[in-house]
Every structure is written in structure tokens, then in C-alpha cells.
């Protein structure tokens, strides 16, 4: 019978899971482990970063779909996007928007180094007036922005993806924030649960929530 301690959550045993995935997991890109590196070195809160194994994940799903197009929302330093660019097929593309003119030269330095660079179209401006000037349709969405325009940007963005599209929503678990009852004042939180509720109800989308790092949401348009 399992010890029901080992059920327990304990941070070191964590780590060694996430090492060990990565270990067993298909090799992070070079460019990829560069761009990390100085994420971490140069930019406040680089744990914002997608990270090496959800990287391997976003990548995974993009190369199962094969899109011609994506569209990100939160480009951050683009790590997010250069893993998501790994499945487009050879005349595909990938827009990208996020609102941060600080994080631009980053973005544009391993964009351009890229083998995707002609393929990745950036967009500096709040999501909510970009997307509307983006064409679809789209085949994968990620969304990893402002917490509070998440069910804005999903209906912005659910008539510009196809049927069997994959709209994919990041920090959903918010460290756990969601499992309590939210402050009347962090309207971030509020606004997950109530995301998290409507996606679960909502008849012109499939979804599962992984448990996966702060929590993914993959939404299968029908």
C-alpha cells in the first residue's frame, strides 16, 4: 500500500520530477537555453518565462497540430513563441502581441537568430485592440496575458479559430490561488475562477485543465 505521505506536496520532490522530465524529454534548443539564460540575467520577474518543460509541451502540441497560423497573446521575451513556432508548416505564421516596448529588443534579437525569423510577426499594443486587426482563422491560440482579459481575449479570439483548433490558457491555477475564495480586491484571481467556470460550461469548446506548472488550460474548438 502507498505511503500517504509521498501524496503530500514537498517542492524538493517537485524539482527532481521536473529534472528528471527533462532528462527523459527531447533536448531544449540551444537558442532556447540561451534565451532563458538571459531573461534571467536581464528582465524583472523572469519566472514569467514558460520554462523549459512547458516550452517542450507548447512545442509538443504545435508539431501534433501542424499550424499555419497561431496567434499568441503575451509575447514576454518570446520563449513562449519560438517553441510554438517549431510546428508551423514551411509557410505558416505566428503573431504575436504583447504591450511591454521595454522587452522588444529581446524579443527582436533571438527572433531574428531564429530559423523562424521571416514567420514571426510581432504586434507592440494591448491585446484587446490588436486582435481585432489580425486575420484568421487560426489553428492554436496561447493565451498568457493579463489575467483580468482573459474572457475578453477568448471571445475575441474564438470566431478567428477554426472547428478543431486548440486555444491553449496559461496560469490558471494562479499558485494555487484559485482553490480559495478570492479577496474582494485581487481581481486577477476572480477573473481565473470565473474563466475557469465558464470554460467548463461552455458548449463551443471541449477543455480540460492540466495541473501542469501554475496550471494549463487546452480549450478543443468543436
Known amino acids: ?28 534548443p540551444q537558442i532556447l537555453r540561451e534565451l532563458e539564460k538571459e531573461t534571467h540575467q536581464k528582465i524583472l520577474q523572469p519566472r514569467m518565462l514558460s ?24 509575447t514576454f521575451t518570446g520563449y513562449a513563441t519560438l517553441c510554438l513556432a517549431e510546428g508551423l508548416q514551411q509557410e505558416g505564421e505566428i503573431h504575436t502581441i504583447d504591450c511591454n516596448e521595454e522587452l522588444v529588443d529581446i524579443q527582436q534579437h533571438y527572433f531574428s537568430k531564429s530559423k523562424y525569423s521571416s514567420q514571426i510577426h510581432t504586434h507592440l499594443g494591448k491585446a484587446l485592440n490588436v486582435i481585432e486587426n489580425i486575420n484568421g482563422p487560426f489553428d492554436l491560440i496561447f493565451i498568457d496575458a493579463d489575467k483580468v482579459h482573459y474572457e475578453s481575449y477568448f471571445e475575441l479570439v ?19 490561488k484559485v482553490l480559495e475564495k478570492a479577496n474582494s480586491k485581487d481581481e486577477s484571481t476572480y477573473a481565473l475562477q470565473h474563466y475557469n467556470e465558464k470554460l467548463k460550461k461552455d458548449p463551443r469548446v471541449t477543455t480540460v485543465l492540466l495541473p501542469f506548472r501554475d496550471g494549463l488550460t487546452l480549450s478543443w474548438v468543436l
Open 1 to 28: 500500500m502507498q505511503d500517504q505521505k509521498s501524496n503530500s506536496f514537498n517542492p524538493t520532490i517537485q524539482e527532481e520530477w521536473i529534472s528528471y522530465a527533462l532528462d527523459h524529454s527531447s533536448p531544449v
Open 51 to 74: 520554462g523549459p518543460l512547458q516550452g517542450r509541451l507548447l512545442s509538443f502540441f504545435s508539431k501534433l497540430i501542424q499550424p499555419n497560423k497561431i496567434l499568441e497573446i503575451g
Open 158 to 176: 474564438l470566431p478567428k479559430t477554426r472547428s478543431g483548433g486548440l486555444i491553449i490558457s496559461d496560469n490558471v491555477m494562479w499558485s494555487g
